[in-house]
């Protein structure tokens, strides 16, 4: 049981951390200057704000800048008022989407990820931060079945192999998660090190 505990909290841990590091590929993060700049630029938002309280797209700017600064319920609270005044805004529900699974609000994540789907059923990364919050509400099912999507969509979504061969290894499917971890190991040792470990 212990076990089973210590993998399911550093599987949550893993998961968030992905979705942060997400967060930051977007907004290509950097240390002080930017920190500075990006202060800077919440306060005029603000100011914007404060002449037109239903500026949809001063709100997504404002959430950015609070994703920058890695406060994601400010951003949260601000792509509520965009979605609000601009419900047709479909990177608001993504970029609200990846902000609620770093906390931990993972119903909601899926439901934002879900409407991503619908209006841009290519779109990879929706379909795989929506099996990471599935993963994370331990429906390992349906967790797969979104890396499956994704992995239709792109064979060489190396993280998408990762994740459902945990999802598989959850499920009793050990031979399916060897084969996942097999394709992905050359591009990622977390791959190569469950691979050595259940796949003998």
Request: with cysteine; proline share 2%.
């Amino acid at each position: 049981m212990k076990k089973a505990l210590l993998f399911i909290i550093s599987l949550l841990f893993t998961c968030s951390v992905y979705a942060q590091s997400m967060v930051a590929n977007n907004y290509n993060v950097a240390p002080d200057q930017s920190i500075a700049e990006s202060k800077k630029a919440y306060k005029e938002y603000s100011v914007l704000l404060a002449a037109n309280s239903k500026d949809a797209i001063t709100y997504g700017k404002r959430a950015e800048v609070n994703l920058e600064l890695k406060i994601y319920k400010g951003a949260i609270a601000d792509y509520d008022l965009a979605i609000k005044y601009n419900p047709a805004d479909v990177n608001a529900y993504y970029n609200r989407g990846l902000a609620k699974i770093v906390t931990g609000d993972f119903k909601n994540a899926i439901a934002d990820m879900s409407k991503v789907i619908k209006a841009k059923p290519q779109d990879t990364d929706a379909y795989f931060n929506r099996a990471l919050a599935k993963m994370n509400m331990y429906n390992a099912k349906a967790a797969i079945q979104d890396f499956n999507a994704v992995l239709l969509l792109d064979e060489n979504y190396m993280e998408a192999y990762y994740y459902r061969g945990l999802m598989k290894l959850e499920s009793k499917d050990e031979a399916g998660a060897c084969q996942d971890w097999q394709k992905a190991a050359a591009f990622d040792k977390r791959a190569g090190k469950l691979l050595k470990k259940h796949c003998k």
